[in-house]
């Protein structure tokens, strides 16, 4: 049975998690296959636990991967008092994505998914996640060389921000005994609630 506030010992979270990992891929995917059109076989996690095998050298794909994940120094952590109370702890993050387009339109594909991200309606699954466009960088030009040939390859860095929340078993308080100590005395008191 998990613990909470009235057990003691430590607390873990009560609600779901936010996506991470191969949960978190799937957005991103979904996300570059929906705005550039590309097939979604053919946009794929850049470090995927088993690699498929690079696709051939006249298809557009795109490889992406979280390069990183800032999280604020200080969430909040807010009370939520209905049914048998919670604590609820909210923390922002920034999360930096990759994207890499290969292939003769690798250029157009890596434009249009810099300019897709401006569009509103683009973003409203991130929305239903709790996240959103914070920023996109310059297209940057970086060629792979694949048996002494230049393959094109153009990256887009783009950084996310998300909303994490969890929520914890901290319930409410009900009563409370105690005594107020002063030079003058002790007064004892209990509070209830009512």
């Given at each position: 049975m998990p613990s909470t506030s009235a057990t003691g010992g430590?607390?873990?979270?009560?609600?779901?998690?936010?996506?991470?990992?191969?949960d978190l891929d799937d957005i991103?995917?979904?996300?570059?296959?929906?705005?550039?059109?590309?097939?979604?076989q053919l946009v794929r996690p850049r470090w995927a636990e088993n690699p498929l095998?690079?696709?051939?050298r006249n298809a557009n794909w795109c490889a992406f991967g979280v390069t990183g994940v800032e999280a604020d120094t200080f969430p909040a952590v807010i009370h939520r008092g209905a049914g048998d109370g919670a604590d609820e702890l909210q923390r922002h993050e920034t999360i930096d994505l990759l994207a890499s387009f290969y292939g003769p339109q690798a250029q157009a594909n890596a434009a249009l998914f810099k300019d897709g991200l401006a569009i509103a309606q683009n973003r409203e699954e991130l929305f239903k996640v709790q996240m959103n466009v914070l920023d996109t960088g310059?297209?940057?030009?970086?060629p792979d060389?694949?048996?002494?040939?230049?393959?094109?390859?153009f990256d887009v860095p783009v950084r996310f921000r998300r909303c994490v929340?969890?929520?914890?078993?901290?319930?409410?308080?009900?009563s409370a005994q105690g005594s107020v100590s002063t030079p003058d005395g002790t007064q004892p008191f209990t509070v209830t609630e009512s």
């Amino acid at each position: 049975m998990p613990s909470t506030s009235a057990t003691g010992g430590y607390l873990a979270p009560s609600s779901s998690p936010p996506a991470e990992g191969d949960d978190l891929d799937d957005i991103f995917q979904a996300l570059v296959v929906g705005i550039t059109g590309i097939a979604g076989q053919l946009v794929r996690p850049r470090w995927a636990e088993n690699p498929l095998p690079r696709p051939e050298r006249n298809a557009n794909w795109c490889a992406f991967g979280v390069t990183g994940v800032e999280a604020d120094t200080f969430p909040a952590v807010i009370h939520r008092g209905a049914g048998d109370g919670a604590d609820e702890l909210q923390r922002h993050e920034t999360i930096d994505l990759l994207a890499s387009f290969y292939g003769p339109q690798a250029q157009a594909n890596a434009a249009l998914f810099k300019d897709g991200l401006a569009i509103a309606q683009n973003r409203e699954e991130l929305f239903k996640v709790q996240m959103n466009v914070l920023d996109t960088g310059k297209i940057i030009s970086a060629p792979d060389m694949l048996n002494n040939t230049w393959i094109r390859r153009f990256d887009v860095p783009v950084r996310f921000r998300r909303c994490v929340t969890r929520t914890y078993p901290v319930l409410n308080l009900l009563s409370a005994q105690g005594s107020v100590s002063t030079p003058d005395g002790t007064q004892p008191f209990t509070v209830t609630e009512s």
